[in-house]
């Protein structure tokens, strides 16, 4: 059974910084595309980051270029999102999510709350 437990969430002033980790159990973790998206009250979930299998490259959306940065560890099945340089703007639920490939099932965590507030 697939699982995905995010965790590091929380209140941070704008300008500051948090670390968001996800646990992956009950998949071959390294063969999944990992990433991670967002949704603020009242919107859409949005694509954040993702890190490829073996060899691909990170992908980003523009809002976090340079912001974000997402890394996996196909030895501890784990994937984070260090973020800096948060914006009010920032604030939403974050999602962990798995993907084999292109048509594949995408599973979700239960998501973790980011609030950038002064």
């Known amino acids: 059974q697939v699982q995905l437990v995010e965790s590091g969430g929380g209140l941070v002033q704008p300008g500051g910084s948090l670390k968001l980790s996800c646990a992956a159990s009950?998949?071959?973790?390294?063969?999944?595309?990992m990433s991670w998206y967002r949704q603020a009250p009242g919107k859409e979930r949005v694509f954040v980051a993702s890190?490829?299998?073996?060899?691909?490259?990170?992908a980003y959306s523009d809002f976090v270029q340079d912001r974000f940065t997402i890394l996996r560890n196909n030895a501890e099945n784990t994937v984070t999102l260090k973020m800096h340089s948060l914006k009010p703007e920032d604030t939403a639920v974050y999602y962990c999510?798995?993907?084999?490939?292109?048509?594949?099932?995408?599973?979700w965590g239960q998501g973790t709350q980011v609030t950038v507030s002064s």
């Open positions: 999510s798995a993907r084999q490939g292109p048509g594949g099932t995408r599973y």
């Open positions: 009950g998949f071959t973790f390294s063969n999944y595309v």
């Open positions: 890190a490829g299998t073996i060899g691909g490259s990170p």
